[in-house]
């Protein structure tokens, strides 16, 4: 089992930037690639952001590109979701979430889910 604890929501404004973090607990963190997804509502979880178990390769939406930022530290356990020029069609619940698999876009791929945290982003 791997634990999944996302942090670093809040409401700002359209412009502004905000860094997410997920820190993970349970089995070795670097077996697992990561992945960043959201949900707004009445829409379907979609796919932010990935990266792979050893950071080499980071895959973005079209909608985040050149805007966010993934990172992580296997020191700390921790994958990181930077968000810069926030606009409002990026506010949702943000959530991580772990595979062994791949970084894939499909979230039925991952195997282990944080509980979320809520972003919005005002005009």
């Known amino acids: 089992q791997v634990q999944l604890i996302e942090s670093g929501g809040g409401l700002v404004q359209a412009g502004d930037s905000l860094r997410l973090s997920c820190a993970a607990s349970?089995?070795?963190?670097?077996?697992?690639?990561m992945g960043w997804f959201r949900q707004a509502p009445g829409k379907e979880r979609e796919f932010v952001g990935g990266?792979?178990?050893?950071?080499?390769?980071?895959k973005y939406a079209d909608s985040v590109k050149g805007r966010f930022t993934i990172s992580r530290d296997d020191a700390k356990n921790t994958v990181y979701l930077q968000m810069n020029s926030l606009k409002p069609d990026d506010t949702a619940v943000y959530y991580c979430?772990?595979?062994?698999?791949?970084?894939?876009?499909?979230?039925?791929?991952?195997?282990?889910w944080g509980q979320g945290t809520q972003v919005t982003v005002s005009s």
């Open positions: 349970g089995r070795t963190f670097t077996n697992y690639h």
């Open positions: 990266v792979s178990r050893s950071g080499g390769i980071a």
């Open positions: 979430a772990a595979t062994t698999i791949g970084v894939f876009l499909n979230p039925m791929l991952y195997n282990y």
